[in-house]
């Protein structure tokens, strides 16, 4: 793993970071555009972190932090690079951003039907809890 480079996301990398995600990422979202991924970028310059492999993005986490709440989002492992060790890395990575920030607790955002992701989750030390409900309002 120590070929394994894990660095924030610049403006520069958007449109292979949307890229990305088409391959990679379960789902789709509100913000998965360009614009979207810029503000993310612009307000928070190290929340978008990337794990590349010889030059090629093969991962990434979103690690928000909004002075309160800890919030993880968008880990991605590309197919080809899976059960490498990129996930953990990235979350080790996250955890290292919040704790140096004085956060307290990660919430993890992990689609109910992406069985895959739930292991991975599991194996980092994370649990479900049942008793929440995420509500959304699209703006």
């Given at each position: 793993?120590?070929?394994?480079?894990?660095?924030?996301?610049?403006?520069?990398?958007?449109?292979?970071?949307?890229?990305?995600?088409?391959?990679a990422a379960e789902g789709t979202s509100i913000s998965?555009?360009?614009d979207g991924v810029a503000r993310l970028i612009s307000r928070d310059?190290?929340?978008?972190?990337?794990?590349?492999r010889d030059g090629t993005l093969v991962g990434t986490v979103i690690a928000g932090f909004d002075g309160w709440r800890c919030s993880a989002y968008?880990?991605?492992?590309?197919?080809d690079h899976r059960r490498q060790g990129i996930a953990a890395?990235?979350?080790?990575?996250?955890a290292q951003r919040f704790a140096a920030l004085g956060g307290r607790r990660v919430d993890a955002m992990v689609l109910e039907r992406?069985?895959?992701?739930h292991h991975?989750?599991?194996s980092a030390g994370y649990h479900r809890e049942d008793h929440w409900r995420r509500w959304v309002k699209p703006l």
């Open positions: 793993m120590n070929d394994l480079r894990i660095r924030h996301a610049a403006l520069s990398d958007i449109d292979a970071v949307l890229r990305f995600w088409r391959t998965d555009d360009h310059p190290e929340a978008l972190l990337l794990a590349e968008r880990l991605a492992v590309h197919p890395a990235l979350l080790d990575a996250t992406n069985e895959r992701a991975a989750w599991h």
